[in-house]
């Protein structure tokens, strides 16, 4: 590679971290309007968890880049999963800050734990891992929203109050604030890993009306299944209030105590 190819390659990360997420938009729209497909199989493996053994398969993704990881519970004899009846099926966005550094403002984490644990006692299941920060506007609009929503005061970090009202900032006031939405994940890919497997019939393990339509809308039949994390503190317990205020999630005040 020569000095102005490493260059060149250097200036097109810049612009992909800097990209706004309408291009990803553009391109899905582009690649299903001509059939063709979204993303690509890069590899499978069988894998021992501690809540079971599965099949891990990674997904890259043409519009985005990114890759998706996607696990099935239970020995898979065939591509085709006829026979693996209605499973379980969680569709979950990653969030970096809880899953690897155990961020205690949501819940997200405890969330993919409770649903691997279920689909382990029932040996299937299928766990999409959807690379798709900040609900769906990005890693850079997570942490732009984060900044706005928690503070340093003294050695602790605290929530920031809104100046009018009193009340604790959300993160999704945080996106609005920023010129982002609340939800903007696309579930497009989902669906089309499921039809992949030829899954057409799920329990989805998920209280957001968004991915219920997301998966419908691409013609999955889906019964919702709900799954509630008791709050571990006062700022995951406002957060969930937030996503049932603003988001519309199925999350009762029972579910929060
Ligand atoms: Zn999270």
Redesign the pocket.
Known sequence: MDRDEVLRLIAYRDKEWDRPWETEKELRDFLKSDNKPLLREIGRTPLPTEYGDVTYFVFGDYTSGKEHDVIIFGKIAEEKLKDYGEPLVRIHSS?R??ELFHASN?E?REELDLAMKTMGKEKKGVVLYLNQEGAGNGIRAKLSAYKDTFEWKGAEIVTRLDQNSGKPVSVYDGYTKKGYKTENRDFTIAAEILKRFDIRSVRLMTNNPNKINGLVSEGINVKPYGIHIKPANKTVEEHLRAKADKLGHSIEEKDLR
């Open positions: 969030c800050s809880s949501c997200c």
